[in-house]
Structures are given as C-alpha cells and as structure tokens.
T-cell receptor, first 114, second 113 residues
Framework: GAVVSQHPSWVICKSGTSVKIECRSL??????MFWYRQFPKQSLMLMAT?????????EQGVEKDKFLINHASLTLSTLTVTSAHPEDSSFYIC??????????FGQGTRLTVV | AQSVTQLGSHVSVSEGALVLLRCNYS??????LFWYVQYPNQGLQLLLK??????LVKGINGFEAEFKKSETSFHLTKPSAHMSDAAEYFC???????????FGQGTELSVKP
C-alpha cells in the first residue's frame, strides 16, 4: 500500500484564491520532505526542501511568499499556493524521506487555476 | 553543475521487443543513480537504484540497469516490452543518501501491439 498520501489529487480554483496541498507519510517518520513542480511533458523541478520544525529551504527562483511550506510534524507537510494565478497551474508532487529509508513520492496534485 | 541527460524524449518499441532507455550523468564523483517510472497523473515509482556494489542492478517489472563509470552512464533495459510498460521514465542522480535528486528530462516509452 501507499506509504505517502498526497491530497487532493486534483483541484480547480479561481484566480486570486489560495490552495493547500497536504503530504503525509503513513508508515514512517519523515525526516525531510521535498516539493516538486512538473509542467506537462517536462521533468520535475525542485521547489523547496523542508525539515520538521524548521523553515523550508527554497530553490533559486521560487517565491517563498507565494509557495508557503509548513512541515509541522514528522508526518505532515503542506504546500500552500497563495493568490493563485493561471500560470501556477501545474502538477505538484511531494517526496518524503525517512531515516534510513528510500525516497517515496506522493501521487501528485493537478492544480488548475481558472 | 551536475546534470542528467536522457537521450530521446520519446522511444517507441513493439510489444516483446527490447527496451533501452539511455541516461548519462555529469559528475566528478560516483553518484547514487535511480530510475523512476511515472504513469499519467501519478507520482513517481522507484524502478531501481544503484548506490554501491554490483554495477548491474535489477529492479521491478523486469527492468535492470548497469552503472558504467567509464561512460558515466546508467542505461535502463528490459528484454521484452509489455503494453503496461508504456509510461514516462526518469533517470535521477543524488550525491548523498537523502540528498537532492537531480532529474533527467524524462523519456516517454510507447509500446505498440
């Protein structure tokens, strides 16, 4: 069964609203969580890395005020896309690493901003 | 900067034919190497990985890959393609356990009946 649960799997929102995406590790404690963005027919682009209880580290060019990441517990990280615009429409995927475990990816979230 | 190159954004094979997906990396030190598969609108699933030891790595669904340091390559193969293998495949490298994964551009595999 799935060891990482990402929710929702798809969401449509109006321009200007905010959307929260959750990523949970189900069977283990996540030491580090990563958030990726994927455009159609393209590879995964790392947005940020988060460790439980500390601020996320954002990749160059990623707006931290627009993509808010909260890693509040050892099993949950959230990505909030604030004031979403059509150009934020994309596929967002979380990755979860546990201590001495391989990386597990969430099922992804298809965000469409209209 | 380290990079991963997958030759061919799209590969098409007939069912039962050999699958070969190419991956080369640029690095001065041996990295950890991975192959992932992605089905439409889903996350990534690990096919196989190389960390240390035997350079021929066997993964799930009959796939295998060989790490060739002299060629800085980690090509993915499967002797006989199945229709269910049609998906997007990503090669990735990391330079430490749990570190940042650098992905290739991806290769879309189509399997013809």
């Amino acid at each position: 069964g799935a060891v990482v649960s990402q929710h929702p799997s798809w969401v449509i929102c109006k321009s200007g609203t905010s959307v929260k995406i959750e990523c949970r590790s189900l069977d283990f404690q996540a030491t580090t969580m990563f958030w990726y963005r994927q455009f159609p027919k393209q590879s995964l682009m790392l947005m940020a890395t988060s460790n439980e209880g500390s601020k996320a580290t954002y990749e160059q060019g990623v707006e931290k005020d627009k993509f808010l990441i909260n890693h509040a517990s050892l099993t949950l990280s959230t990505l909030t896309v604030t004031s979403a615009h059509p150009e934020d429409s994309s596929f967002y995927i979380c990755r979860v690493d546990g201590r001495n475990t391989e990386a597990f990816f969430g099922q992804g979230t298809r965000l469409t901003v209209v | 900067a380290q990079s991963v190159t997958q030759l061919g954004s799209h590969v098409s094979v007939s069912e039962g034919a050999l699958v070969l997906l190419r991956c080369n990396y640029s690095s001065s030190v041996p990295p950890y190497l991975f192959w992932y598969v992605q089905y439409p609108n889903q996350g990534l699933q690990l096919l196989l990985k190389y960390t240390t030891g035997a350079t021929l790595v066997k993964g799930i669904n009959g796939f295998e890959a060989e790490f060739k340091k002299s060629e800085t390559s980690f090509h993915l193969t499967k002797p006989s393609a199945h229709m269910s293998d049609a998906a997007e495949y990503f090669c990735a490298v990391a330079y430490n356990q749990g570190g940042k994964l650098i992905f290739g551009q991806g290769t879309e595999l189509s399997v013809k009946p």
